[in-house]
Nanobody, 119 residues
Framework: QVQLVESGGGLVQPGGSLRLSCAASGSIVNIYDMAWYRQVPGKQRERVAEITSGGNTNYADSVKGRFTISRDNAKTTVYLQMNSLKPEDTAVYYC?????????????WGQGTQVTVSS
């Protein structure tokens, strides 16, 4: 019922910028946090950025100062603004929401969007 739809990925030159978007459809309530992950084949999935229901943000050291996570007022869309992109940022990026109800947590994932940084 709940679906996360990502957009904004693509090919960009080093030093360039991209903005990823992830919109939730269906019934989703009591969001605990929203986050962006990325993964390269053969490597462990990495959490890039997260934003809590209270608006607190956290970033991986590798992207700190270059990436910014944000959300809309309805808390149904999360964004990742990526600046000063480097080749090592190349990966499939996934958005993820976590919801909580009665002490139980449910995680939702987007389909993933490819980001390639190359000259």
């Amino acid at each position: 019922q709940v679906q996360l739809v990502e957009s904004g990925g693509g090919l960009v030159q080093p030093g360039g910028s991209l903005r990823l978007s992830c919109a939730a459809s269906g019934s989703i309530v009591n969001i605990y946090d929203m986050a962006w992950y990325r993964q390269v084949p053969g490597k462990q999935r990495e959490r890039v950025a997260e934003i809590t229901s209270g608006g607190n943000t956290n970033y991986a050291d590798s992207v700190k100062g270059r990436f910014t996570i944000s959300r809309d007022n309805a808390k149904t869309t999360v964004y990742l603004q990526m600046n000063s992109l480097k080749p090592e940022d190349t990966a499939v990026y996934y958005c993820s929401f976590r919801t909580t109800s009665g002490g139980y947590v449910t995680r939702y994932w987007g389909q993933g969007t490819q980001v390639t940084v190359s000259s």
